[in-house]
């Protein structure tokens, strides 16, 4: 069962990391460090890989980080300048770890680490190419398409190896690689998933997916990669290309609505900040009569501060989260997905109890978490259940390495904001405009990607592209 269908959120695909320390004698640490603090991003698998001379080695399992990477584990993989690191999420039950990352090939010089953050539209094109010109692939993830594109032109020299790669490869690609004495960081040319830059004080650098990685590692955050720029790290410090500029930007935003840690900024702006004011404009477009404001922990916490201080509504909790709770044991019938949600919320009583409650939620996708919810508010003796969603209604699919059900699914696409109402049992029903969401981001309104409110996609979708079907990363 997919973690979407139990919390009724689009999922996350990967973290990635990569740091560059000469001398350093903990790298591995490093990188489980800043791994562990990517973890939300993806819980299913973790590895890494070291670059000792062109010399590489890696170690990748299914589990989450702390798990994977033992005292033993760590031991045995030794230390080095460079290395790199994933966390990852599948949307397929068929996960296993040969699809983990890092991905390592090798090349009559030497071998390349590559990890990868994000989603090709044209992989299955792409792979069927290479294979009709002799590769074979060991993996069903795009991420081994642009490995091999870039081993393929390896005699013309890595970076033009990876520049040839990446014209071919369409769609969104965060992607930090390790190969000879370099470490490299690229971003695909919409900026659609996230990559930043930070520093150690006493030297050396890393890149990854989201800000919140360096705190751990005690590194300071320098700039985030900007949309088709690769960065080269080696010990000559750091340069920067621009392989396409022609673009336009479109990060995702659902990174600022439910993906990245509120403690990271991203492209400029904090999290937090960003979900606060989201509240606060909910609060405008959508005010409502009531006594508390309660968040769906912890995704909607943020908002539900900025709509009880825009609102003058107290802001308490209303409802606890079971952080325990694993999935891999929850069957998908129908009981199972009651008890799941149980399992994971659970209603304060004593402070619903003949309140009318603004009920706080990041997102819609199914709406059937969200009805299960309102259900426990109001068997816990909750007077009024009024629900407002701090992102605009979900009508569309993502394509770019996003976790999300088909648009038949998405019951925003097949119903109207009133049928939503009725099939959840709220007593009121709100959603953030999209132009509300511009407005809590604060980057204008052609920085963002929001195909999955509207229907405009950054880039043509080749039509037979199933999300469900097709193995990301
Ligand atoms: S379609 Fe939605 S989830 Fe996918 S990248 Fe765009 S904003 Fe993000």
Redesign the pocket.
């Known amino acids: 069962m997919f973690p979407s269908q139990i919390d009724d959120k689009?999922h996350d695909e990967c973290g990635v990391i990569g740091i560059y320390r000469e001398g350093a004698e903990n790298i591995t640490e490093m990188l489980c460090y800043g791994l562990i603090a990517l973890q939300h991003r993806g819980q299913e698998s973790a590895g890494i890989a070291l670059n000792r001379f062109g010399n590489v080695v890696h170690y990748k399992e299914m589990g989450l980080v702390q798990d994977v990477f033992t005292p033993a584990i760590m031991q045995s993989l030794g230390s080095g300048d460079i290395g790199i690191g994933h966390v990852r999420y599948s949307t397929s039950g068929e996960s296993y770890v040969a699809n983990a990352q890092p991905l390592v090939v090798h090349y009559r010089g030497g071998g390349i680490a590559l990890a990868h953050n994000g989603n090709l539209v044209n992989a299955e094109k792409l792979r069927g190419d290479l294979e009709d010109r002799g590769s074979i692939f060991s993996t069903t993830t795009d991420s081994e398409v642009i490995a091999n594109l870039i081993a393929r032109n390896y005699n013309l020299g890595y970076q033009e190896a990876i520049i040839k790669a990446l014209e071919k490869v369409e769609g969104?690609y965060a992607l930090v690689i390790t190969c000879e004495d370099k470490l490299v960081g690229v971003r695909d040319p919409y900026g659609?998933r996230p990559l930043c830059l930070g520093k150690f004080p006493d030297g050396g650098y890393i890149l990854a997916s989201e800000s919140v990685a360096f705190d751990v590692v005690g590194a300071e955050f320098v700039r985030d990669i900007e949309k088709g720029e690769i960065i080269v790290i080696d010990g000559s410090g750091v340069h920067s290309y621009t392989y396409s500029s022609s673009k336009e930007k479109a990060i995702?935003?659902?990174e600022y609505v439910y993906f990245a840690r509120p403690d990271t900024t991203m492209d400029g702006r904090n999290i937090y900040e960003s979900r606060r004011e989201a509240g606060k404009i909910l609060a405008k477009e959508h005010p409502v009569d009531a006594d508390l404001v309660i968040a769906v922990p912890d995704s909607g916490k943020s908002a539900a501060i900025g709509y009880a201080q825009e609102s003058g509504i107290p802001f308490g909790i209303g409802l606890i989260k079971n952080k325990y709770m694993g999935r891999t044991f929850i069957q998908p019938n129908q009981k199972m997905r009651e008890l799941a949600v149980r399992l994971k919320l659970n209603v304060l009583r004593a402070n619903v109890e003949g309140k009318r409650l603004v009920l706080i939620d990041d997102s819609i996708v199914r709406g059937t978490t969200s009805r299960r919810i309102v259900d426990m508010l109001k068997a816990a003796g909750a007077k009024e259940v009024h629900v407002r969603v701090s992102s605009p209604p979900v009508t569309h699919s993502?394509f770019?390495g996003?976790d999300t059900p088909s648009r038949k699914q998405l019951v925003a696409a097949t119903h109207s904001i009133e049928q939503i109402k009725e099939m959840i049992h709220a007593d009121s029903l709100g959603f953030i405009s999209a132009q509300g969401l511009v407005e809590s981001v604060g980057l204008g309104d052609n920085a963002l990607?929001?195909?999955?409110f509207t229907g405009h996609y950054p880039m043509p979708i080749p039509l037979k592209t199933v999300p469900h079907v097709a193995e990301k990363n």
Do not use: E, G, Q
């Open positions: 689009f969104a659609l995702c935003s659902f993502c770019f996003i990607c929001k195909a999955c």
